[in-house]
């Protein structure tokens, strides 16, 4: 399973962009790229996947550099609630392959 | 879709004894569920894997008797804390894989376990 790398902790103001970005240098060519939110005493939730490019819905955007060595969660206008803990993780979508955590980026989102 | 539950949320139990937590697929089939745990301030960490019908597969270092995990159905996994001690007091998670859809699984909102 490929190893991710993300920053610790992240500030932000309400209502700007926030970009967090994850390496993963030893991603294999069927890995995808996934991105889940953990609040404090809840399970992980889903976020976005991407294999390669830009990929969004309506929560975020993921870039995903041709190299697929780094990705970048991006979300637009964060408020207080997207306070929370971002994890990147890699892997295979075509069997139930297990998921290992890193530590995740602790976002603060303040007024 | 896809929604996860886990039962119960919260549990207090006294060092010695075991603890059942119940992790159920409500609107698909999961053919594998996995279960995490997760101290304060902490990452999850992957303790097993569990396939319907067959063994569970635990991690380096997750005592299998102490840690019991049943997958009877497509839609449910149990894991029992046997003799439960207070280094067992934890946030216990599940997640499941939809069929056909591997990776992307589905996390159940937890089970906060207290051994007193």
């Known amino acids: 399973l490929a190893k991710t790398t993300q920053p610790i902790s992240m500030d932000s103001y309400e209502g700007q962009e926030v970009n967090i970005t994850c390496s993963h240098n030893n991603i294999a060519t069927n890995d995808y790229i996934t991105w889940y939110q953990q609040f404090p005493s809840q399970g992980p939730r889903f976020i976005i996947q991407?294999?390669?490019t830009k990929v969004t819905n309506e929560v975020a955007s993921l870039f995903i550099p041709a190299d697929r060595k780094s990705s970048t969660l991006s979300l637009p206008r964060v408020s207080l609630s997207d306070t929370a803990v971002y994890y990147c993780l890699v892997g295979f979508t075509g069997t139930a392959s297990k998921l290992t955590f890193g530590t995740g980026t602790r976002l603060q989102v303040t007024l | 879709g896809a929604v996860v539950s886990q039962h119960p949320s919260r549990v207090i139990c006294k060092s010695g004894t075991s603890v059942k937590i119940e992790c159920r697929s409500l609107d698909f089939q999961a053919t594998t569920m996995f279960w995490y745990r997760q101290f304060p301030k902490q990452s999850l960490m992957l303790m097993a894997t569990?396939?319907?019908?067959?063994?569970?597969?635990?991690e380096q270092g997750v005592e299998k008797d102490k840690f019991l995990i049943n997958h009877a159905s497509l839609t449910l996994s149990t894991l029992t804390v046997t003799s439960a001690h207070p280094e067992d007091s934890s946030f216990y998670i599940c997640?499941?894989?939809?069929?056909?859809?591997?990776?992307?699984?589905?996390f159940g909102p937890g089970t906060r376990l207290t051994v007193t």
């Open positions: 569990s396939n319907e019908g067959s063994k569970a597969t635990y």
């Open positions: 991407g294999y390669k």
């Open positions: 997640s499941a894989s939809r069929q056909g859809k591997g990776y992307e699984q589905y």
